[in-house]
T-cell receptor, first 113, second 114 residues
Framework: DGGITQSPKYLFRKEGQNVTLSCEQN?????MYWYRQDPGQGLRLIYY???????QKGDIAEGYSVSREKKESFPLTVTSAQKNPTAFYLC????????????FGQGTRLTVV | AQSVSQHNHHVILSEAASLELGCNYS??????LFWYVQYPGQHLQLLLK??????LVKGIKGFEAEFIKSKFSFNLRKPSVQWSDTAEYFC????????????FGAGTRLAVHP
């Protein structure tokens, strides 16, 4: 089955630790995105990548980092600099930068204690 | 910068009532517009989209939306809702062409009572 896989579904970390969220797609899509979903705030864009080895900051990139070394993978690292990391994180992909109909993964709920 | 406003955060309807969810965007150029839906416990999925052509677009499950360029709006409608339409609905916009990004509204949580 083609799709986007995010892992793990639930993640717990201690404050001050970096944590990396995985996102893999086998749709052969060029573009990939990371969003953060908080109640009442919708989806806010963290980072996006339109092609391999290239990525751009979204609206709330501070405290996060990404890499795009392979077309199918776009991992997100939540660093200790992120002031409020507990949230639901969604990864998405689209065919290319011109066609931004996005397909979403199931999400990762990160809890920092 | 692009932004999307959804007017209603929570909507409660009875089955068979008509639905209209407001969405306004701010961007001066040509846009692509989307409505996504998130059913309880499920991932986001596309409801309908507008790229060009007929401004009245039809999506899955009887939903439709009308693009009114002069009002920068893309409101979602359904003539008669069902209990199974209970979900959160998100409007999204991206600038067509160029190095663009997909921006979402805050979402509208719809509860349909039998």
């Amino acid at each position: 089955d083609g799709g986007i896989t995010q892992s793990p579904k639930y993640l717990f970390r201690k404050e001050g630790q970096n944590v990396t969220l995985s996102c893999e797609q086998n749709l052969n899509h060029d573009a990939m995105y990371w969003y953060r979903q908080d109640p009442g705030q919708g989806l806010r864009l963290i980072y996006y990548s339109q092609i391999v080895n290239d990525f751009q900051k979204g609206d709330i990139a501070e405290g996060y980092s990404v890499s795009r070394e392979k077309k199918e993978s776009f991992p997100l690292t939540v660093t200790s600099a992120q002031k409020n990391p507990t949230a639901f994180y969604l990864c998405a992909s689209s065919i290319d930068k011109w066609n931004t109909e996005a397909f979403f993964g199931q999400g990762t709920r990160l809890t920092v204690v | 910068a692009q932004s999307v406003s959804q007017h209603n955060h929570h909507v409660i309807l009875s089955e068979a009532a008509s639905l209209e969810l407001g969405c306004n965007y701010s961007y001066g150029g040509t846009v692509n517009l989307f409505w996504y839906v998130q059913y309880p416990g499920q991932h986001l999925q596309l409801l309908l989209k507008y790229f060009s052509g007929d401004p009245l677009v039809k999506g899955i499950k009887g939903f439709e939306a009308e693009f009114i360029k002069s009002k920068f709006s893309f409101n979602l409608r359904k003539p008669s809702v069902q209990w199974s339409d209970t979900a959160e609905y998100f409007c999204a916009v991206t600038a067509s062409g160029g190095y663009n990004k997909l921006i979402f509204g805050a979402g509208t949580r719809l509860a349909v009572h039998p």
